[in-house]
């Protein structure tokens, strides 16, 4: 399974080494108390971790890692990525994915089976989640919604649509 990213770290939180993570869509239910992430810094060093704590905070979560008892060993974490084997997320229900999922997925058109590009990206929107797709020399944003995307066949890998023409 691929490495997943599963969150990013803002900043520190007080001052026992909590950071402040923005969790990415359904794949925040990777930290949990005993995860193993792996933590990649904007200078694209490497390091394993895990996690001792998590608890809901306003627009994202508090998360503390070992080795980071400290602020200053928090600060040292700012701006990294938290990633996860894509085999140790938990299931989820049956119309819920993870963005990793969806990735590289053919779109088709529903009535006539037409081509319709690939899922390029699994962007979060406020509302609701964008698929971005290619096709041709363009790319294109799908509302991730019941009313465009009519199933999702991760077996097959193709995302069938309404008409989209």
Same mark, same amino acid.
């Given at each position: 399974?691929p490495l997943v990213k599963v969150a990013q770290v803002l900043r520190p939180h007080g001052v026992r080494g909590e950071l402040r993570v923005r969790p990415?869509?359904?794949?925040? =239910?990777?930290? =949990?108390?005993?995860?193993?992430?792996?933590?990649?810094?904007?200078? @694209?060093? &490497? +390091?394993? #971790?895990?996690?001792?704590?998590?608890?809901? %905070?306003? +627009? @994202?979560?508090?998360?503390?890692?070992?080795?980071?008892?400290?602020?200053?060993?928090? &600060?040292?974490? #700012?701006? %990294?990525?938290?990633?996860?084997? @894509?085999?140790?997320?938990?299931?989820?229900?049956?119309?819920? $994915? $993870?963005?990793? =999922?969806?990735?590289?997925?053919?779109?088709?058109?529903?009535?006539?089976?037409?081509?319709?590009? #690939?899922?390029?990206?699994?962007?979060?929107?406020?509302?609701?989640?964008?698929? =971005?797709?290619?096709? /041709? /020399? #363009?790319?294109?944003?799908?509302?991730?919604?019941?009313? $465009?995307?009519? &199933?999702?066949?991760?077996?097959? @890998?193709?995302?069938?649509?309404?008409?989209?023409?």
């Amino acid at each position: 399974m691929p490495l997943v990213k599963v969150a990013q770290v803002l900043r520190p939180h007080g001052v026992r080494g909590e950071l402040r993570v923005r969790p990415l869509a359904a794949d925040s =239910q990777a930290l =949990q108390v005993g995860s193993r992430v792996l933590v990649r810094w904007p200078d @694209g060093a &490497e +390091g394993q #971790r895990t996690v001792t704590s998590v608890r809901p %905070a306003a +627009g @994202g979560l508090l998360v503390r890692l070992d080795a980071t008892g400290d602020r200053d060993a928090a &600060e040292e974490l #700012r701006g %990294a990525e938290l990633l996860v084997d @894509g085999g140790a997320l938990p299931e989820l229900p049956g119309d819920v $994915y $993870y963005a990793f =999922q969806l990735v590289g997925c053919r779109v088709v058109d529903s009535g006539d089976g037409r081509d319709c590009g #690939r899922v390029q990206a699994v962007l979060d929107n406020s509302a609701h989640d964008l698929l =971005q797709v290619r096709w /041709g /020399g #363009r790319e294109w944003l799908l509302p991730f919604v019941a009313a $465009y995307v009519r &199933e999702v066949d991760l077996g097959a @890998g193709v995302v069938r649509v309404v008409d989209v023409a």
